[in-house]
């Protein structure tokens, strides 16, 4: 089946914190994503009237990330788990090298530390990862220059690549590291 139509972009992602001026300060002061809307509502939402309030921090393409937190202590619980703090549930966002290092220094400036902030070399891309005040890892990353050159054959052997690992086949394609 061949899709012409797709969604254009992020439009926002949303998590539950469980103090949004610790989100506020991490998200506008640190990472410099600037707060565009605070919306605070009451809805008969799942059986009961809840009181929430959101927030969206703006990312450059115009999409958001977006946090709730509820009056209700009940609601909290109930809606605000623990984000898991897990290397492999994170929020990846694309940024030129000069953004990066700029970042780099805004969270070694804000006393963020190991083992919440480290960086990974991918090869085709590098990585510099911060845990936020809700336990969430970010990944800041910026791709190397070379990484364009390998994209049509990526996207050309994707299927197959997937295929080859459902099958069980674990080899190494990733060019750039751990070449067999």
């Not at 897990?86 to 400036?109: C, G, K, M, W, Y």
């Not at 919440?116 to 990862?129: F, K, M, P």
């Not at 800041?140 to 052997?157: M, V």
Request: hydrophobic residues 40%; aromatic residues 10%.
């Amino acid at each position: 089946m061949t899709v012409t139509r797709r969604p254009s972009r992020l439009h926002h992602t949303a998590y539950v914190t469980k103090d949004l001026e610790a989100t506020r300060a991490f998200y506008e002061d640190v990472i410099g994503l600037p707060l565009i809307a605070t919306y605070t509502e009451m809805d008969e939402l799942f059986g009961k009237e809840r009181t929430y309030c959101h927030c969206f921090f703006e990312l450059a393409d115009g999409s958001a990330l977006a946090f709730f937190q509820f009056a209700d202590p009940a609601d909290q619980a109930e809606f605000g788990p623990d984000i898991p703090s897990s290397p492999f549930i994170h929020i990846a966002l694309n940024v030129d090298a000069d953004t990066q290092a700029d970042l780099e220094a805004r969270i070694v400036a804000a006393s963020i530390a190991s083992p919440a902030t480290y960086v990974l070399e991918h090869g085709y891309c590098r990585s510099v990862y911060v845990t936020d005040p809700n336990g969430m890892i970010l990944e800041f990353t910026h791709d190397t220059p070379s990484a364009a050159d390998g994209d049509a054959e990526r996207r050309a052997t994707a299927r197959a690549e997937l295929a080859r690992w459902l099958a069980g086949d674990r080899r190494n394609n990733n060019p750039y590291r751990h070449a067999a």
